[in-house]
């Protein structure tokens, strides 16, 4: 599934009307029948509602469904909040056309009364004022309406193609915006329904086929299975663990070595055929006591000189396939000339996660060091708020933004994780993931996710079907894990949950 801005959506209006020749009356049809029968579905017996009609395209939806429901036997009160000699062509012939059925009410300034009490009566409210062609700043009167709306707490409110007040490029809110309990959307999924604060606007929603024709592919994915589930194969009876890469794991200075311990499990259990710990010196002895399957060695901040036990003698030395730096790694004199030594070397997928992610930061001219390895950092917002020198607020604001950029400016493959994580590439497309669940909103769990991606990387599959399969499977195990209360949730139900996530997706 795509998910398309309002720009290809004006595009994909225009072609598939003016190219392909559908007129504008057809889709117009068809999308307010597909609300029409999402009303009737949920409400099979006639009830009392209120559609609010704006004066575009979204208001042409609005009289569509004001007639359906109305030859469906429903008491139906339909409010102009416009001039109506104003309304566009197709918007202005449903407009006649509901007229045969029942009667408009125009707002008009003096106040807002009688729609106050249709309001107060009404058991369904169908949101048609404003759509994808909504500017910034709602207008008097939509903007008290909306605010009328939102006091209805006993009415169902459905919102037509997008709720009124949400941006949907942006997700942002224009002051205010009507709280629909279930939107039904056109062609495509817009990204306000993955962003905050419209995704809390839009309720539950879905999307409807209404024939229309989107000349190129949107750049922007909904992630999901087909993706990547090929990846997902059974284990040959004639497998050992050769087959199945090494990984190694980076990090876990003191105080923190239980994230190099996640990391890890994590990867066993993502199939990773062995898996190396590689902890600061001093380190190593708790946490051999803490592990059962992996291999563990030592680090120093001084590392890059090549004698046996140092990294860079092991990195050339054994054949890993997969480098995870950053769990638990802390902050240390010299840091910076040591990361840089490492991603001079490492030549296959190298995963940045946590402090890593912060020494970069702090050092962006490491990535200007001649790296052979492909890059995919793992950022939460606070981390990608240092890499940008900017505040959370700001990655928070505009995240799909700050991630298309930072990928397409750094060639790194960038994981900005959240409720909705948004994986951007390099070449400006991006991916953002549905599954979650609030239950991973605990350290730890980005340690799980970090082990994931390095496990498939580490098999041999694909940067991009490794990241979304990581993200998607790590996602559903949190919701899996959710058996009891959500805030108990612990990283160990977490890992327990990748065995029977992995295979729902397995073929
Ligand atoms: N794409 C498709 O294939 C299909 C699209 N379809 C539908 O068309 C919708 C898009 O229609 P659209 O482009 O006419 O825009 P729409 O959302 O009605 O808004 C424009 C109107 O709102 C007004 N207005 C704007 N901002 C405002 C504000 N802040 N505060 C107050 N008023 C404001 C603006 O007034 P103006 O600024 O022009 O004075 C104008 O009157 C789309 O969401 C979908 O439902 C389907 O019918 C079938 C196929
Ligand atoms: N509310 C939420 N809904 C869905 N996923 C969430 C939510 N909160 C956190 N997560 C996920 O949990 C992980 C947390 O990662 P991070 O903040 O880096 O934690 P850690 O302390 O383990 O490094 C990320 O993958 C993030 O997407
Ligand atoms: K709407």
């Not at 003698?313 to 396939?321: A, D, G, H, I, K």
């Not at 079907?465 to 993200?471: D, F, H, K, S």
């Amino acid at each position: 599934m795509y998910l398309c801005t309002t720009e290809e959506m004006r595009e994909l209006d225009r072609y598939t009307i003016e190219t392909i020749g559908i007129p504008g009356t057809v889709l117009m049809e068809r999308a307010g029948l597909a609300v029409t029968q999402a009303i009737l579905s949920r409400f099979p017996l006639p009830k009392r509602a209120i559609v609010l009609i704006g004066t575009g395209n979204n208001g042409g939806d609005g009289w569509v469904i004001a007639r359906h429901l109305c030859q469906s036997g429903w008491e139906v009160k339909a409010w102009l909040l416009g001039d109506p000699s104003k309304l566009p062509a197709d918007a202005r012939c449903f407009y006649d056309a509901y007229r045969h059925f029942g009667s408009v009410s125009v707002l008009s300034a003096q106040g807002m009364d009688g729609l106050e009490s249709d309001l107060e009566d009404t058991e369904v409210i169908v949101d048609a004022l404003l759509g994808t062609g909504a500017k910034d700043g709602l207008r008097f009167p939509i903007d008290q309406v909306v605010q009328k709306v939102n006091q209805c707490h006993r009415a169902w409110t459905i919102a037509v193609d997008l709720p009124t007040g949400v941006n949907a490029d942006t997700g942002k809110v224009m002051d205010q915006a009507i709280y629909a309990d279930y939107t039904v959307t056109f062609a495509y999924p817009k990204w306000a329904f993955y962003l905050y604060p419209g995704a809390d606007y839009v309720g539950d929603w879905d999307v409807v086929e209404i024939g229309t024709v989107l000349p190129v592919t949107p750049k922007v994915q909904v992630n999901r299975p087909s993706l990547w589930d090929k990846a997902l194969c059974h284990r040959s009876p004639w497998s050992h663990k050769g087959r199945f890469g090494h990984l190694l794991v980076i990090g876990g200075a003191d105080g923190m070595l239980g994230a190099v311990r996640m990391a890890g499990a994590a990867a066993y259990r993502c199939g990773t055929g062995k898996v190396t710990l590689t902890v600061p010196q001093g380190n190593e002895q708790s946490l051999k006591g803490a592990v059962m399957q992996e291999m563990v060695w030592s680090w120093s901040g001084d590392d890059y000189f090549a004698d046996e036990s140092s990294l860079s003698y092991r990195l050339r030395s054994e054949q890993f396939s997969a480098v995870v730096i950053g769990p638990g790694l802390g902050r240390f004199p010299g840091e910076e000339k040591w990361l840089g030594h490492l991603l001079e070397q490492i030549e296959h997928p190298v995963i940045l996660d946590a402090d890593a992610i912060n020494i970069l930061a702090d050092h962006p001219h490491l990535l200007d060091l001649k790296i052979a390895a492909p890059l995919i950092c793992t950022p939460h917002p606070g981390e990608m708020a240092r890499l940008l020198r900017t505040t959370t607020q700001d990655v928070e604001q505009r995240r799909n933004e700050v991630a298309r950029e930072y990928a397409m400016s750094t060639g790194m493959v960038v994981v900005l994780k959240g409720r909705f994580t948004i994986i951007a590439f390099p070449d400006g497309r991006q991916v953002v993931n549905p599954s979650g669940h609030p239950a991973l909103a605990k350290a730890g769990s980005g340690d799980v996710l970090t082990g994931m991606i390095g496990a498939w990387l580490a098999q041999g599959v694909s940067i991009e079907e490794a990241v979304l399969m990581a993200v998607y499977l790590h996602g559903k195990a949190g919701e899996h894990s959710v058996t009891s209360a959500e805030q108990s949730v612990s990283v160990d139900e977490i890992l327990a949950a990748l065995g029977p996530v992995i295979q729902q997706y397995s073929f």
